[in-house]
């Protein structure tokens, strides 16, 4: 079946560090690959999506390409903020459609 | 559009009873989704809906579960017979399918479900 490897946190950054949070997955077939956000006290959100092989998902400065070679999709953000600060959540979505979600990371940036 | 809605957004019940959440979603959304959400953890599936029929069960969903969508717009999420190993946070999630759809689902806050 699906699934979805995602980097254990929790991740602590201060203000404008790199981040990357790694993400591997195993899938049958063309998954489709997201990024959720979680903010405090918050729904899900759809930070970025990437649809087919070498697709770069972008949005809000985060960035994440799907590796068809390496089965990842690696999220990215050149400058954190504090804002930055929620849980993410890699998903893919295969041909049943519905979402596989990994287990979350927590990251905290710090002023 | 004000996005996904579910109602209520904190249940606390006994074990043994029976609780019942709703779901409104985007209204053009022809899909809706039910996840579950425990602490920790990343959202796993449970079933969803294209229109009114309902397509897919995961094996999480028990006999103790059952999902509606009567009329392909609100959906309900009935428990019964509650235990408190059902303590978790109960997504919605919603979209449109047919033509070049993406996929992307939009959740819902979420109801959280506390068995004592």
């Known amino acids: 079946g699906n699934s979805v490897t995602q980097m254990e946190g929790p991740v602590t950054l201060s203000e404008e560090a790199f981040l990357t949070i790694n993400c591997t997955y195993t899938?049958?077939?063309?998954?489709?690959l997201f990024w959720y956000v979680q903010y405090p006290g918050e729904g899900l959100q759809l930070l970025l999506k990437?649809?087919?092989?070498?697709d770069k998902g972008s949005n809000k400065g985060f960035e994440a390409t799907y590796r068809k070679e390496t089965t990842s999709f690696h999220l990215e953000k050149g400058s954190v903020q504090v804002s930055d600060s929620a849980v993410y959540f890699c998903?893919?979505?295969?041909?049943?459609?519905?979402?596989?979600f990994g287990s979350g990371t927590q990251l905290t940036v710090l002023p | 559009d004000t996005g996904v809605s579910q109602n209520p957004r904190h249940k606390i019940t006994k074990r043994g009873q029976n609780v019942t959440f709703r779901c409104d979603p985007i209204?053009?959304?022809?899909?809706l989704y039910w996840y579950r959400q425990t602490l920790g953890q990343g959202p796993e599936f449970l079933t969803y809906f294209q229109n009114e029929a309902q397509l897919e069960k995961s094996r999480l969903l028990s006999d103790r579960f059952s999902a509606e969508r009567p009329k392909g717009s609100f959906s309900t999420l009935e428990i019964q017979r509650t235990e408190q190993g059902d303590s978790a946070m109960y997504l919605c999630?919603?979209?449109?399918?047919?033509?070049?759809?993406?996929?992307?689902?939009?959740f819902g806050p979420g109801t959280r479900l506390t068995v004592t």
């Open positions: 990437a649809t087919k092989a070498d």
């Open positions: 209204s053009e959304h022809n899909r």
């Open positions: 998903a893919l979505s295969g041909s049943a459609r519905q979402l596989t």
């Open positions: 899938a049958t077939g063309y998954p489709s």
């Open positions: 999630a919603s979209s449109f399918f047919g033509g070049s759809s993406s996929y992307e689902q939009y």
